[in-house]
């Protein structure tokens, strides 16, 4: 299990333990945190599952892949440290990592 941490726009923080090999936007989902829809259920094609990155973790997050990238060009608000948590498996070296929630998923 890794600890994540999502914070809501407005500030509210929440650390979660995700199992190795889960999805960012299933341990969002099975930990009911809100702001993730996650509608396609970790398809990558709604990008409602749309997260920051904290800057501290981009590095070892990585890059979106070419479809996650095309995807991100729909979401609200993209940034730099823009992913789709769907696409952002977890393992060992992202114990700790932080991300946040947008305002809107629309």
């Known amino acids: 299990m ?3 941490t999502y914070i809501e726009h407005n500030g509210t923080a929440r650390t979660v333990e995700v199992p ?3 999805s960012l936007m ?3 989902v099975g930990n009911q945190v809100p702001g993730i829809d996650a509608i396609c259920g970790g398809q990558c094609s709604c990008a409602t599952c749309h997260v920051y990155v904290d800057d501290a973790w981009r590095k070892r997050v990585g890059p979106p ?3 996650e990238a095309e995807m991100l060009e729909f979401v609200m608000d993209p940034r730099p440290e823009s992913r789709l948590a769907c696409q952002i498996k977890i393992g060992d070296e992202l114990d700790g ?10």
């Open 26 to 28: 299933q341990g969002a």
């Open 2 to 4: 890794a600890k994540i």
């Open 20 to 22: 190795k090999g889960a």
């Open 65 to 67: 892949g070419p479809v």
């Open 97 to 106: 990592l932080v991300v946040r929630t947008p305002e809107s998923q629309q």
